[in-house]
Every structure is written in structure tokens, then in C-alpha cells.
């Protein structure tokens, strides 16, 4: 079956402009998370969605990010007034039922670059 | 709160060498341990895992990793790798009962010479 996609794949973007990023998870997957990765990093935690609501958002950086994933599936990542700072690989990743216990299965990532 | 620390960045070996990828992790609360794989232009993959049980876990490549509380380590080894190991590899925790969002080490760079 399908896995996790992200899309667009890369993104390049000047300061200060507003960005989206897109996450598919694997169909019937109730959890949600999107993690920031970047250069020479490990993947740093930013919001956990169960169903619909944010269940854990202690990982935003800032009010210039925000996520939302209203029927529970497709989650759209926004980033507004962006800076180079913002520069990063996101990644988003599904599990099943978010259980403490559950794999979490990741999509290959968005490339944002701020210039 | 968690950490994980990855001390090596990067970890040079030849082919059919034995190596080990050292993670040592910090929690005030129990925890559940990960080795993730991140090939060349691919995702992050789950390589194996320790939630409960026996401390020894394997995975379906030959690699192995000891839970070892007392010394907070999770240690990840190959007795025999090839060219194909050739990855980055991320040490991750997560505290029982919670959320289940990933603490991630740095990452070793797992580079394997013929």
C-alpha cells in the first residue's frame, strides 16, 4: 500500500514570504506527527495530531508555525513570515492509533529553503 | 523531559568488520527505545526497537541492540557489514505512557569501505 507523502517535495521560498506543507498519511493511520530536521541534525519534534485535534503542539517553534488537519487525514503545515532560520527538512510521519507502543511510519520529507 | 546522545558523527569501517554504534539516552520516566535507518535519498526507517522483554533485540539485517539501564545505553551493533550498511543511523527515545513523540540523538553516519 501507499506510504507517507509529502509534497512539494522542495520548496524554495524568499524571507518573509508564507509557506504550506503537505502530508498524506497512510490511509486509516489516526495519528499524526511532523518533525523538523536540520543540517547535521536528528529530526526535532513540532505536533502530534490524534483524529483531528493537536494533541501535542509543545514542539512549535513559534506562533509563525502552525498545522491543521481537519478531517483527520491530509495535515497541512504552515509557516508564516518565514525566515532562513526555517530552513530545514520537514517530515511527517503516521501511526496507526498513536499508542505509545506504535511504529511510526515517515514520509520522505519537504525541502524548505528560505532565501 | 528526554535526550539522547550520539557521540560518534560519523563511524568509518571496512567491509566484513564488526562494528557499534554507541546511543546513551537521558528520562526521568521510563522509556521505549529505537534505531532508525536513513539510506542514501530515502526516509527515516524503523531498524529495530526495545519496548519490553528480553534487553536483546534483532533485526531482520543482522544488526542487534542491548538495552542496558543501568548505564541508559542502547547500543546498536553488526558483528559483519556490508557496502549496503552504508547509512545514517538515529538512536530515538520515547516516554512510556505519553504521546509517543521521538527524541532523536544527532545521527552516526555509518560509512562502510571496501
Known amino acids: 500500500g501507499a506510504g507517507v507523502s509529502q509534497t512539494p517535495s522542495n520548496k524554495v521560498t524568499e524571507k518573509g514570504k508564507y509557506v504550506e506543507l503537505r502530508c498524506d498519511p497512510i490511509s486509516g493511520h489516526t495519528a499524526l506527527y511532523w518533525y523538523r530536521q536540520s543540517l547535521g541534525q536528528g529530526p526535532e519534534f513540532l505536533i502530534y495530531?490524534?483524529?483531528?485535534?493537536?494533541?501535542?503542539d509543545s514542539g512549535l517553534p513559534n506562533d509563525r508555525f502552525f498545522a491543521v488537519r481537519p478531517e483527520g487525514s491530509v495535515s497541512t503545515l504552515k509557516i508564516q513570515r518565514t525566515e532562513r532560520g526555517d530552513s530545514a527538512v520537514y517530515l511527517c510521519?503516521?501511526?496507526?492509533?498513536?499508542?505509545?507502543?506504535?511504529?511510526?511510519?515517515f514520509g520522505p520529507g519537504t525541502r524548505l529553503t528560505v532565501t | 523531559a528526554q535526550s539522547v546522545t550520539q557521540l560518534d558523527s560519523q563511524v568509518p569501517v571496512f567491509e566484513e568488520a564488526p562494528v557499534e554504534l554507541r546511543c546513551n539516552y537521558s528520562s526521568s520516566v521510563s522509556v521505549y527505545l529505537f534505531w532508525y535507518v536513513q539510506y542514501p535519498n530515502q526516509g527515516l526507517q524503523l531498524l529495530l526497537k526495545y519496548l519490553s522483554g528480553s534487553t536483546l533485540v534483532e533485526s531482520i539485517n543482522g544488526f542487534e541492540a542491548e538495552f542496558n539501564k543501568s548505564q541508559t545505553s542502547f547500543h546498536l551493533r553488526k558483528p559483519s557489514v556490508h557496502i549496503s550498511d552504508t547509512a545514517e543511523y538515529f538512536c530515538?527515545?520515547?516516554?512510556?505512557?505519553?504521546?509517543?513523540?521521538?527524541?532523536f540523538g544527532t545521527g552516526t553516519l555509518l560509512a562502510v569501505q571496501p
Open positions: 495530531f490524534q483524529g483531528t485535534g493537536a494533541a501535542d
Open positions: 510521519a503516521s501511526s496507526p492509533m498513536g499508542l505509545d507502543t506504535d511504529e511510526q511510519y
Open positions: 530515538a527515545v520515547s516516554a512510556r505512557g505519553a504521546t509517543n513523540k521521538l527524541i
